[in-house]
């Protein structure tokens, strides 16, 4: 007999917009990245209890075996709390993900939001396999690991979608983007795992020591992001461009940029690029340069050049 299974899929994100300022309620950008996913698969009954397996990390092991802070062991058990299930029968869950670890491309949320979705629509559970549903899931899964995040990240793998995205309460405001003229980008990866909590605590600390300066910091980045959103919905790519660069400004001023992300970002602007900055966390992880077709070969030479260790390209298509 063949067993049971149900898949689902989570795209990989970049943030345009906002890191860090998204944090204290300013609003941020954010993009999915399908070029790169990670796809969940839950089959039933090929052994007793709950398997979790994830191939691409050769790792084979169950539920009640995972640490306290494994990601996976946790969207599932998010997931069977919030499905309140009396009896869960026995299941294998499998991991697969194309997404690079720790370097701002939201491989952590994707993975669960993918998890979670599976165990959704193999449940037949349609409520808790909404996009709403799956996002805010996603959130208690990385709240667990993180501390304060936004909410951004799970927002845009669970929508899929381009989103202007504000922390407030009692619900986050999230709305979907048009987008004027597509977007051409260039993801480059610094090779320097992103330690996304400690930049975010580093940030806190110095909010909490001098909170004018921050405030201020905050609002120069929110301000970049409104009228970023605006250059998105008209079309205006090259007054994007100046965007992303002012918005890198305010990045450094918040120590969040390395001298491997500045050394991309130099190069991609030298090479022609209309804009460039860090994405995420910062400190490592990666940068993201806005480019047209004619750029794009150039500036990926340049970055690869400057000791990129990988680059993606990806296209933000018309709406
Ligand atoms: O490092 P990433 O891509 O997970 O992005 C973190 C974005 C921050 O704004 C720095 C934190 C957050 O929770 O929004």
């Known amino acids: 007999?063949?067993?049971?299974?149900?898949?689902?899929?989570?795209p990989g994100k970049v943030i345009l917009f906002g890191e860090h300022a998204v944090v204290y309620g300013r609003p941020a950008i954010a993009i999915p990245v399908t070029q790169v996913r990670a796809t969940a698969m839950v089959t039933e009954g090929e052994q007793?209890?709950?398997?979790?397996?994830?191939?691409?990390?050769?790792?084979?092991?169950?539920?009640?075996?995972?640490?306290?802070?494994?990601?996976?062991?946790?969207?599932?058990?998010?997931?069977?709390?919030?499905?309140?299930?009396?009896?869960?029968?026995?299941?294998?869950?499998?991991?697969?993900?194309?997404?690079?670890?720790?370097?701002?491309?939201?491989?952590?949320?994707?993975?669960?939001?993918?998890?979670?979705?599976?165990?959704?629509?193999?449940?037949?559970?349609?409520?808790?396999?909404?996009d709403e549903q799956v996002s805010n899931l996603t959130y208690q899964v990385e709240k667990l690991l993180h501390g304060t995040p936004s909410g951004i990240d799970n927002t845009v793998v669970a929508y899929e979608r381009p989103v202007y995205f504000m922390r407030?309460?009692?619900?986050?405001?999230?709305?979907?983007?048009?987008?004027?003229?597509?977007?051409?980008?260039?993801?480059?990866?610094?090779?320097?795992?992103?330690?996304?909590?400690?930049?975010?605590?580093d940030v806190r600390r110095q909010w909490q020591a001098d909170p004018s300066r921050f405030e201020r910091l905050f609002d120069s980045c929110g301000r970049v992001a409104e009228s970023a959103?605006?250059?998105i919905e008209t079309g205006q790519v090259e007054q994007l461009g100046r965007l992303m660069t002012e918005n890198q400004h305010h990045l450094r001023?918040?120590?969040?940029?390395?001298?491997?992300?500045?050394?991309?970002?130099?190069?991609?602007?030298?090479?022609?690029?209309?804009?460039?900055?860090?994405?995420?966390g910062g400190r490592g992880g990666n940068m993201i340069a806005l480019v047209t077709e004619a750029q794009e070969p150039a500036v990926q030479a340049a970055l690869l050049a400057a000791g990129a260790r990988a680059v993606i390209g990806t296209v933000l298509a018309a709406s």
């Open 168 to 201: 407030q309460q009692p619900h986050n405001l999230i709305e979907t983007l048009a987008v004027g003229r597509p977007l051409r980008l260039l993801i480059a990866d610094t090779g320097q795992p992103s330690p996304t909590k400690i930049a975010v605590g």
């Open 48 to 130: 007793p209890g709950i398997l979790l397996q994830a191939p691409d990390l050769g790792r084979d092991y169950r539920l009640e075996e995972a640490d306290e802070g494994d990601p996976f062991a946790r969207a599932v058990q998010v997931f069977i709390s919030a499905a309140g299930l009396p009896h869960l029968p026995d299941l294998t869950v499998s991991v697969r993900s194309t997404i690079p670890i720790a370097s701002g491309l939201g491989s952590g949320a994707a993975m669960a939001a993918a998890v979670i979705r599976a165990l959704a629509l193999h449940f037949g559970d349609a409520d808790l396999a909404q």
């Open 229 to 231: 959103r605006e250059a």
């Open 1 to 10: 007999m063949t067993a049971i299974s149900t898949e689902a899929a989570a």
């Open 253 to 280: 001023d918040m120590t969040v940029s390395s001298p491997a992300l500045e050394t991309l970002i130099a190069a991609a602007e030298e090479s022609g690029a209309l804009g460039a900055k860090l994405s995420g």
